[in-house]
Each structure stands twice: as C-alpha cells, then as structure tokens.
C-alpha cells in the first residue's frame, strides 16, 4: 500500500506539509552556512528545531526514511547544540547533504512519488560526525585530496576546526576552542558595532549585552575568573544603557572600544603561548564601575522608559502573518486598477459638472467625497501592491550556500557581500528574477574570483569578494553582481567570438566597446574554456539576458582587467501599473514605460543614415539602430507640414539599445496595463493599453517585442 | 445541527506548536468536531493568545518551541488565575519517561507521543471535551 493511500482526505495537510519542509529547508541551508563561520548557539537551536520537526512531521505522515534521517540529524544537532562538538566543515557538509536530501524528497512528495532512498551512506556520514569529530573531518579531507588547500581555509576562516571535540582531548585543544570562541564574539560584537558607526545605542545595547553576558559565561566556564568579571560590568554597563538607565555617551563607546582592545591582546598572547592565562585590567573595571554608577536624571528616565515599553508592544504586535491564495490576490489587484480608472473617470465628470454649474453645497459635498475617493483608491492600490512586495532576500538568501560550495569545490576563498536585503519588489519578478541573478553569482565565484594563489601573485587578498546588492531607484529596482576578480578584456571576447564564429570580422570591427562587452551575452558563448558543473543546468548568459529582456529590465557591464567586473540589472518594481513617457506620433499617443528609457534627445533628421534598410543613427560612439514608430503603426504622416520635429527615445532592451523616433514628448503617466480583450488580441509590439481620465485608451508599448518584431532584436 | 447546539457556546480549543503542519493536522483531526480551534506558533503566542480569549476549554501543546518552551507555557498557565484549571495535553516527539514526567510534574494531564494519528488526538480530546466520538 502507498503512503498516500493512508493520506487520502488530508490534502490540506500534505501541502502544509510541503510548505513548512521547504521554508524550514531554505533557512536551514542558510543557517548552516552561517553557522560554519559563525558558531552561535541560536543558530544550533534553529536547525536542530527544524529538523526536530522534520521527524515529527514525517514520522505521523508515514515518511519513515525520511523520519529515520531527520532523526539522526537531530541527534547529532543535540551533541552540537550541547557542545559536545563543535561545527566542522565536514559536519556541516553533512547535514547540508541532508538537507539537500529533504530538498529532493520534497520534492517526490508534492509529485506524490513514493521511492525507496538509499540513505544509509549519508546515515552512516552522519553517524560518523558524531562519534568523534576529528576522525570525520580528518577522513573528509584525505578523500578529498585534491582539496587539500581548503582544508587550510576551513583552519583560518575563524570557524572552529574539528579537532576538540569537548570530551577532554588535552588542554590545548580546549584551549584552541576557548580561544576560538572568544574570537567568535569579538568579531560579533565588532561588526555589531561597526554597523552603527562605533556607537552605543538604545537599539544595539541589547544584543551587545548579550554578548557580553555569553562571554562572562564562556570565561568562567575556561577558568578566567577575573575576564570573567570585566565581563560582567561590561554587560551591566550595556544593560544600563538599554534600558534608558544610562544614556548613550562617546565615554561609553570608548571603554567599550578598549575593552574590545584589550581582549584581542589576551587572546593574542594565549595564541602565542599556546595557553589562555586569567589577566586583569583594573583601569578598564574602573572605567566601567564609574560607568555604571553615573546615572542620568529622573526625568529622562522616565521617558525613556517609557519608550522601551512602547517598542516591547510594538515587537509583541508585528511579525503575524496569513497566506493567501494568489489568485485571490491578484483578483484584489485588477479590482483595484479597475477602481483607480473609475476614480479617474469621476474626477473627469466632476471637472466638467464643476465648470457648468455654479458653486452650492451639494457640488461641494460632491467635491469632497470626490477628494477622499480620490486618496482612498491610492491608498488602496498602494496597499494592495505591498501585498504582493516581498523582500530579495528571499531570493538573496540562497546565495551563501552557492557560494560556499563553490569555494569548498573549486579551492577558492571568496565571501559573499549581501546589501539592501530588504529591498522589496513585486513578487513575479522576485520569481523571475531568481535563476538568473543565480547564474551571475555563479558566474562571479567562477569565473571572475581567481585563485588564492593567483591573487596573492597580483597583490590581492587572498579571499575574494562578491557582493549583491539591492536598492530602490524610483519606480525601479537596481540590482548590481560585483566581484574584485580578473575582469574582462573586450579584444579577447572578440576574439573568442571570432574564433567561435559569432561573430564575423567586419561585425568585430564596427563594434564600440559595450558592444564588444555584451558579447557575453550571445547565445553559446562562454568565456570559459569548459562549461564547469556548478551552474548543473546549462543556463547561460544569453538566458540571463533574455530573462531581463521579459521583464522589461536593462543590463549593463562595468569591468577592468585584473580588477573585477560590475553586472548592473535594471527592473521595474512591479509589472503591473507602468510609469512611461507618453509620446507624439503625430496625432496619435503612446506610452513607452520608463523601464526601458536611457534619454530621450531632440532629433535632427540628417543625422539618420540607412544601412542594409534600415535605419540608424550614431549616438554616443554607438551606431544603433532605430524605428520610425509612425511606419510601424502606419500612423497617417502629415507630409505637407514643414519644420516638423522629431525625437529619439533612446531604449534599452537588456543590454541592446535602440531609438525610438516620435514627434513629440508629452510628459511622465502612471498607467494601469489592462490587456486589449478578445476581439484584438495580442497586437505585436503593445504591451496593452490604458484608460485615462478622459475615457481614451492610450495604447502602451512593448518595448522588447517591438524590436524584435522589427527584426532589430 | 440543531438550535439548541448552535445556540450553545463552540468549545475552545488551542493549539501551541511551532510546526505548520501539526497544528493543520491536529486541526483536521478535530475538524468533524464543532469546536473553536485557535493556534500559536510558540508558547509565549499561546500565552498571548489565551489572554485574549475569555474561554478556553482545552490546550494542546508542543514541548519543543522557540522563545518559550511547553513546560514554561504550562508553569505559566498553572500559574495563572483564568486558565489554572483547563485541561492540559502534551503533544511531542520526545521520547522517554523523562519529559514525559517533566510534562506531567508541571501540569500536564495527558501526553500524546509523536508519531500520533487522527484518531488518538481526538480520544485524548474526548476524555477532556463533550464531543461526538466516530464509530471505531
């Protein structure tokens, strides 16, 4: 009998089921990622509750396997979470290859295949891990000789190497693992406090006191008992500060800057001496004592402490969510676009109303409920576009274990930057934004960063840096992939697009620098001598480009030889209202979405050459080629009428550019893309069209589609 | 249903426990019931939760939770002065005595072991609550 013969009726179940495995999984793997450089005991207690849950879940749905290693997992979680080992590299790729495992049933079971797994190699791994720490990273890494300089890397990356596993290996090693963790805090506490400029806050004073209070324990514990007590008056100081008690003072920030001094030189001095020694500092107690006991005037503590309940509420009250049917959301959406137009159509009515009939009351009511409509229905369809906003976090916080792998695979070191996770967009180009921002990251790590030795040989650091970043540029978000690798030499992509046969060599020599950079993006050409596995699907970076391209965004190359290289991605914020220029084609009017727009230039007609039949025009060292919108759309010209004017809208269709000539600017319009119905259709080269205020439908451009129907693309 | 049972209050059930999926199944399993289910992701949820409501006749909660654990959301519960005297089932994956008798000193009155199935949750519900049971 299938296990889903026992699950007949429990649908609803089967898919929370699905669900919670893969966001608990998504979390795992990016904990477990963090933990390797990071041992925090939050950290522990997270996967080990995942994987806890895993057991439970799996085990009353009737996923024995699946129960049997998730219950493994936890146990070995157990020993990590009560320091009785500590995480290894090779324990971490462990539980990631779980992990990975849960990630693949979980996917049989939305599929509802059932399968018999082999399972007991990754078991036994597991079971390995935990019977004694050294033997498993040590066997880790002698199969996997060809790797041996990252071994190295996993020693000095600030995580604790698997020697020490608790249990009473000598004094060195617990010294080695004390030292470790100490280190661990520090750099904590650093970052902490390098993310507020140094300062001291009623916002930070929390975490670092907890920090402090962690110490105090890890110090007693390692018989340091005068450390210990430094940092104890370390963290009352910080509790003091929290709670309002003491204000935040530039005295304070200095102490604690030099009690962070002082315990690198401890621990450097137990590094060099293979042995942590109890020291003490009794100016730095001073300082603190003096601290603690100065404290700030009633009032003022009065009203901070009033602040600090308001903030408890506040944190009690966020953070509840429900899921909704996407459907149902979308639905919400085109019901509020259909409102805004309604509004729009209001407003017109009453201007007209307004300008016949003279001013009484009931024109005024009318007014005022036409004002309030008015802000209602944008308040509404903010709020139902926030709906659908995630954070690119959700898509950022697959990256560290791709990057991690990636090191651990290839021998490289290179860190992972994350900025602007909070950054929100909407979430269908969250969703297809995902694989190829994937790509480039891969891209970066595989490519761009070199190896250690290579780095060192140019008087780079050792380890590289990759960083992603996010931000809001108006109604646009810019994403940008960096990395302080080798760069780019454009004459060699040219030549290795002549050598692929691409390109041809009279194409090579017309070509401007951006054009010979954004050869990267031709479909089959790749500037690696091999496809590496990493990517493990074959996307390259034509797909990026064409996955850009649908969504309406631009791409741009920044590079320097032997200094890295800059990807920048352009994209809407949502797909479905559009902010565009409304443009002139003689007596009709269009709107072209500012997604795609560069600039827009006054157009002088002479410049316009015709080369093969079509036009183009020179523009900024570029020879682009460009339309005549009225041709296209077989706009009636008025042919008799001299001195017309023209104007080129530059356009960017992923990393290709484009003029779009028109006849006049009319000015910036927020535009809710309704489709055209039945009856029309898709007509090539319009996105849709909207309804203004007036009633008239202007028709809204598609700019990819345009292009590439004309054969430019 | 009848006038007389509509006209009665729904019996309250709450539910504590981290997972999405128990708390979905243990909802399902008691779906055929009429009873009001309420559900917290952790114990200091539950707490806030049972604040809020006026009547609560059952809890069933997870041992194992972020930010506050089962046995502190019990002590808390004994503890209190509305809710000291509803009845208490533990729901957990931890085997052995030991929890199991922790649960117990604390307040608990019954301890469901997982992998548990539909119809013992609603047995264990049937001992606490007047419901309907289904024909075995």
Known sequence: ?713 | MNEEQQSKHKQVVLIADDSSTVRKFVTFSLASQSLEVVTAVDGMDALEKISQIPQVDLIIVDLNMPNMDGFEFIQNVRGSELHRDVPIIILSSERGEESKQRGIAVGANAYIEKPFDAKNIEYQVSKFLDIKKKPV
């Open chain 1, 1 to 713: 009998m299938s296990v889903y013969d026992n699950l007949v009726g429990m649908e609803e179940v089967l898919d929370e089921f699905i669900i919670e495995t893969i966001e608990l999984l998504e979390a795992v793997n990016e904990d477990l990622v963090h933990l390797e450089s990071d041992p925090d005991e939050e950290l522990v207690n997270r996967i080990f509750r995942a994987f806890h849950t895993f057991k439970g879940t799996c085990g009353f749905l009737g996923f024995t396997q699946a129960k049997d290693l998730a219950h493994v997992a936890e146990d070995l979680l157990n020993q990590l979470r009560n320091g009785k080992l500590q995480p290894s590299g090779a324990i971490i790729d462990n539980l990631l290859a779980s992990s990975d495992w849960f990630a693949q049933f979980i996917n049989d079971v939305k599929e509802r295949e059932e399968k018999v797994y082999e399972i007991d190699p990754l078991i036994e791994k597991l079971k390995a891990s935990m019977g004694d720490g050294a033997a498993a990273e040590a066997e880790a890494i002698a199969a996997d000789g060809a790797h041996e300089a990252e071994g190295e890397a996993i020693a000095t990356d600030g995580a604790p190497a698997a020697e020490g596993d608790g249990t009473g290996n000598g004094q060195a090693d617990k010294n080695e693992v004390c030292i470790q963790r100490l280190d661990g805090f520090l750099n904590k506490i650093e970052t902490e406090l390098a993310g507020a400029d140094q300062q001291i806050t009623e916002e930070n004073a929390g975490q670092l006191a907890g920090q402090f209070s962690d110490l105090q324990l890890l110090c007693s514990e390692n018989q340091l008992p005068t450390i210990a007590t430094l940092m104890d008056y370390t963290h009352q100081f910080l509790v003091a500060v929290e709670k309002g008690k003491l204000l935040p003072s530039a005295e304070g920030n200095v102490v604690l800057v030099e009690v962070l001094h002082w315990l690198h030189e401890v621990l450097d001095d137990g590094r060099e001496q293979a042995e942590l020694q109890d020291a003490d500092n009794s100016t730095l107690l001073e300082d603190l004592a003096a601290l603690i006991h100065g404290e700030v005037t009633s009032a003022a503590v009065s009203k901070k402490q009033g602040d600090g309940a308001a903030k408890g509420v506040k944190a009690a009250a966020g953070g509840q969510t429900i899921r909704v049917d996407m459907e149902r959301l979308e639905n919400l959406m085109n019901l509020a676009g259909e409102l805004v137009l309604s509004r729009n159509q209001l407003g017109q009515a009453y201007s007209t109303l307004a300008a016949e009939k003279t001013a009484d009351s009931s024109m005024d009511n009318l007014d005022q409920v036409n004002n309030s409509l008015g802000r209602i229905t944008t308040e509404i369809q903010e709020a139902v576009m926030q709906m659908r906003m995630l954070p690119i976090s959700n898509v950022f916080r697959k990256f560290p274990r791709v990057i991690r792998d990636l090191a651990r695979d290839k021998g490289k070191q290179m860190e992972l930057v994350l900025i602007g996770e909070d950054t929100e967009l909407d979430r269908s180009v969250i969703e297809s934004i995902s694989d190829p921002l994937l790509h480039l990251v891969r891209n970066a790590a595989d490519h761009g960063i070199e190896t250690p030795e290579i780095r060192k040989a140019m008087g780079k650091p050792e380890t590289g840096t990759i960083t992603l970043s996010a931000s809001h540029a108006g109604n646009h978000i810019i994403i940008e992939v960096s990395d302080d690798g080798a760069g780019m030499d454009a004459e060699k992509l040219v030549a290795k697009a002549l050598e692929k046969g691409t390109i041809s060599s009279m194409e090579a020599e017309s070509m401007s620098y951006r054009d010979k950079l954004n050869l990267i993006f031709r479909p089959g050409f790749s500037t690696a001598a091999k496809v590496t596995d990493v990517s493990g699907r074959g996307v390259g970076m034509d797909v990026v480009s064409t996955n850009i391209k649908k969504l309406n965004g631009a791409i741009d190359i920044e590079t320097k030889v032997g200094q890295g290289s800059k990807i920048v991605i352009k994209l809407p914020l949502t797909l479905a209202i559009v902010t565009g220029l409304k443009v002139a084609v003689w007596d009709e009017e269009y709107i072209i979405p500012f997604g795609s727009i560069i600039e827009t230039v006054k157009l002088d007609t002479s410049a316009l050459t015709k080369v093969e039949d079509k036009w183009v025009i020179r523009f900024r060292e570029s020879v682009i080629n460009t339309l005549y919108l009225d041709e296209w759309f077989s706009v009636p010209v008025d042919k008799d009428k001299k001195d017309q004017e023209y104007y080129a809208v530059v356009v960017s269709v992923a990393e290709f550019r484009y003029a779009l000539v028109v006849t006049g600017l009319n000015g910036q319009e927020e535009a809710v893309i309704k489709p055209l119905g039945q009856v029309l259709g898709r007509i090539p080269g319009i996105a849709g069209g909207t309804i203004g205020g007036d009633g008239k439908i202007t028709l809204i451009l598609d700019v990819p589609e345009l292009v590439h129907r004309m054969g430019l693309g």
